[in-house]
Structures are given as C-alpha cells and as structure tokens.
C-alpha cells in the first residue's frame, strides 16, 4: 500500500521557518493524481487540517496559517512539502501528511508524522 514518509520538524524560536517535505512510495497510480494535505495534532487537541493541495495544484489552508504556510508539491520527485514562515508557539503540534485518490471522499493513506515544537 501507499507509504508516505514525512521529514524536516525539529525545535525553533517563536518567528522561525521550517520546512516539511513528505516523501510517497508504493503508489498504485501517478503521483500526480493524488491529493495531498498536511494535518496537525497538539496535545489535548483535536486533529486540524493545515493545508491541503488538488492534483491541479490548487491550494487552500486554515485560517490559522493563511499568509505563514506555503503547501507545495513536486510530483517527479512524489514529495510533498509545507513550509512554514513566522513560526509561533501555537504551531506547536505532531505533522502528518495524508493522500487520497481525489474522487474518494476521505484522506486514507497517512504517515507516521514528525515533530514541531516552536518556543
């Protein structure tokens, strides 16, 4: 089945930039047909969606990281990247990156998330 091996959290200052990158392998059709999104999970909190990208390229994100986080893709490289500018505590959260063949209704294939903590 789809793997997606997610890379690039670690520890920064309130202000900082990091950048995710989420690698795909095992695919069952071209990488360019999937749709991609970054979702988040802090403690005691529910999971978000953060941003998400169509198989067109066409981009959307939570109100709480419009203008900071920029969703990509480079579907030669099946990576999916998300960076994050003006870091701010609140930020503070496990990433995962999920996939879905875009005429199915949910994310179902999911990766083992990576860590982002922002003091």
């Known amino acids: 089945h789809v793997q997606l091996v997610e890379s690039g959290g670690g520890s920064v200052q309130a202000g900082g930039s990091l950048r995710l990158s989420c690698v795909a392998s095992?695919?069952?059709?071209?990488?360019?047909?999937?749709?991609m999104a970054w979702f988040r999970q802090a403690p005691g909190k529910e999971h978000e969606g953060v941003a998400t990208?169509?198989?067109?390229?066409?981009?959307s994100y939570a109100d709480s990281v419009k203008g900071r986080f920029t969703i990509s893709k480079d579907n030669a490289r099946r990576t999916l990247y998300l960076q994050m500018n003006s870091l701010e505590p609140e930020d503070t959260a496990m990433y995962y990156c999920?996939?879905?063949?875009?005429?199915?209704?949910?994310?179902?294939?999911w990766g083992q998330g990576t860590q982002v903590t922002v003091s």
């Open positions: 990208i169509r198989s067109d390229g066409s981009t």
């Open positions: 999920a996939a879905r063949k875009c005429f199915a209704a949910e994310y179902n294939y």
């Open positions: 095992r695919l069952t059709s071209y990488y360019s047909t999937y749709c």
